[in-house]
């Protein structure tokens, strides 16, 4: 199984949901998840694909605020050739991306982690 996600880089518009996401990285790289920062802009997209056929796409975001709070709308379709051009589009923004290494992740500063944690308990929030 491949699992690759790509989350907003440099440009993101809300830093500390940003850096509550950052907390989880380590163990999903630890899973085999590779994670992407994408670079050249605001990354605001919410679209997963699953095995070539499925894809979720909507303003939802994938946490249980989106589900149970916000008023957002996602559509999921089954069909193989949106699906590949999703994935063409994931591909062409992977290129724009840099990979976030675990071990430069594990080497992140004491600072990060520090705001990481600070960060944490609103997390929920988000």
């Given at each position: 199984?491949?699992?690759?996600?790509?989350?907003?880089?440099?440009?993101?518009?809300?830093?500390?949901?940003?850096?509550?996401?950052?907390?989880?990285?380590?163990?999903?790289?630890?899973?085999?998840?590779?994670?992407?920062?994408?670079?050249?802009?605001?990354?605001?997209?919410?679209?997963?694909?699953?095995?070539?056929?499925?894809?979720?796409?909507?303003?939802?975001?994938?946490?249980?605020r989106?589900?149970?709070?916000?008023?957002?709308?996602?559509?999921?379709?089954?069909?193989?050739?949106?699906?590949?051009?999703?994935?063409?589009?994931f591909?062409?923004?992977?290129?724009?991306?840099?990979?976030?290494?675990?071990?430069?992740?594990?080497?992140?500063?004491?600072?990060?982690?520090?705001?990481?944690?600070?960060?944490?308990?609103?997390?929920?929030?988000?």
């Amino acid at each position: 199984m491949e699992i690759d996600i790509l989350v907003p880089g440099p440009h993101a518009d809300k830093r500390f949901v940003q850096l509550a996401g950052e907390a989880e990285f380590a163990p999903l790289m630890e899973c085999g998840v590779r994670i992407w920062s994408f670079q050249p802009s605001m990354l605001h997209a919410k679209v997963m694909t699953v095995d070539g056929r499925i894809a979720n796409v909507g303003s939802a975001n994938l946490n249980s605020r989106s589900a149970a709070l916000d008023e957002e709308i996602n559509v999921v379709a089954i069909d193989d050739a949106l699906v590949r051009t999703l994935d063409a589009h994931f591909d062409e923004d992977l290129e724009r991306s840099i990979r976030i290494e675990p071990g430069r992740w594990e080497d992140r500063s004491v600072r990060q982690r520090l705001v990481e944690r600070l960060v944490a308990p609103v997390k929920r929030l988000f």
